[in-house]
């Protein structure tokens, strides 16, 4: 398998993938610098806020769309909008090892993903 190389990679696909993405987005990030990857099948997306509805009984809680970032003014960030913007995602790709003095991460499938700059957002599991 060949190895592929980024500026950026995100590991990780939940709300703070979504929210860093939309953030290089802004500051400029170039086609092909940035990949995120995710054990998950799915771009990352807004996990709807039901517990605030169960904790504050006297008001609603705002329940975003899927692939929403809540702080943006409800911008979609679909799977396209990442394409749009140069950011690879790399999807249904668990990472098992990261050789920090290296840098480089390896999948359970045995690819090897080399960055300058990581950011672990792999939420709390």
């Not at 709807?48 to 904790?55: D, F, I, N, T």
């Not at 975003?64 to 249904?92: A, D, M, Q, T």
Request: with cysteine; glycine share 12%; hydrophobic share 45%.
């Amino acid at each position: 398998m060949a190895e592929k190389s980024f500026k950026y990679v995100i590991v990780g696909g939940g709300v703070a993938a979504g929210y860093a993405a939309r953030e290089f987005s802004k500051q400029g990030v170039k086609p092909g610098e940035l990949a995120i990857i995710s054990k998950e099948a799915v771009a990352p997306y807004e996990r709807p806020a039901l517990s605030k509805a169960y904790l504050f009984p006297e008001g609603f809680a705002r329940l975003p769309g899927f692939h929403v970032c809540v702080g943006s003014g409800g911008e979609r960030l679909l799977p396209e909008w990442y394409k749009e913007n140069g950011i690879e995602l790399i999807l249904s790709t668990e990472i098992v090892k990261a050789d920090l003095a290296a840098k480089t991460l390896i999948s359970a499938a045995g690819e090897s993903f080399k960055y300058q700059i990581l950011i672990i957002a792999t939420g709390s599991t």
